[in-house]
């Protein structure tokens, strides 16, 4: 057998019986039988990490808590079932300016709050300025970046929140409907900051298009003009916090 960069393992000595693919080794998922050792019996796999099909993490178990100081992007970005998502994690700290008290341009002590966290998010992400501004713009159209929860959604109000609202079936800064995620994770201000800025990500181009053109490829809003209107403010968050 030859030696690989890979962890390889005997499914038949380490995993149990039960276990199946996606449950196995530290809740990583187990790939196909390893291609540089073509004589190893059907049981020899190799444990590998996965990238996310946004390149915005690894794929990891939720059910074996795989995403430690991270949050999970329930989008299809992973292979397997369910317990199989994308784990984002931070890289570092926020920057000085992102953790800086007071008011923002043109924003309240609240969205100010939540503006910062927008920010912290698109650094730790590794996004440009850009990012920023489309996200901010998008937030404001979308909820005066506050965290609105829905009285059609009674289970909204069993988490923290700044108002409310009442679009559809529409919660958090975002105002992400069900397909983004639980409701506790769109009602999550970095979570929820997490879900739009790696669907950014996966537009092609995104940095190429206006502001109002790059927040509607994201929200698919029945005003797609309408976050135009928000670019000079998210400009001026963006130049005081970024």
């Known amino acids: 057998m030859h030696t690989t960069s890979v962890l390889l393992v ?13 449950e196995a080794i530290f809740g990583r998922h187990v790939g196909d039988k390893c291609k540089d050792c073509p004589n190893d019996p059907d049981d020899i796999q190799c444990c590998v990490e ?8 690894y794929c990891r178990s939720v059910s074996h808590n795989g995403c430690p100081g991270g949050s999970f992007d329930s989008g299809n ?4 079932d369910n317990d199989i998502q994308c784990c984002i994690k931070a890289t570092g700290t926020p920057p000085p300016a992102a953790a800086a008290a007071g ?25 440009p300025k ?27 109000y069993n988490y923290p929140h700044d108002g409310d609202g009442h679009d559809h079936d ?7 409907r069900p397909g ?19 669907r950014l990500k996966s ?16 929200q698919v809003s029945a005003y797609p003009d309408a976050y135009a209107k928000w670019e000079r403010l998210a400009t001026n968050v963006c130049n005081a916090a970024f």
Not at 77 to 80: D, E, K, S
């Open 203 to 218: 537009v092609k181009n995104w940095a190429n298009l206006s502001i109002a053109q790059a927040a509607q490829k994201v």
């Open 130 to 156: 850009r990012a920023c501004l489309v996200a901010i713009a998008t937030a404001q159209q979308e909820s005066g970046i506050r965290v609105l929860a829905n009285s059609n959604i009674k289970a909204s």
């Open 50 to 57: 996965i990238s996310c099909k946004n390149n915005a993490g």
């Open 77 to 80: 970005w992973c292979p397997g």
């Open 180 to 198: 983004w995620g639980t409701i506790e994770d769109r009602m999550d201000p970095a979570k929820s900051a997490d879900k739009f800025l790696n």
């Open 170 to 176: 529409s919660v958090g800064i975002f105002q992400q």
């Open 103 to 127: 008011n923002l341009p043109g924003l309240k002590e609240v969205q100010s709050n939540h503006a910062r966290t927008i920010i912290s998010r698109v650094h730790a992400l590794g996004m």
């Open 10 to 22: 005997s499914a038949l000595a380490f995993l149990s019986v039960s276990a199946t693919p996606t």
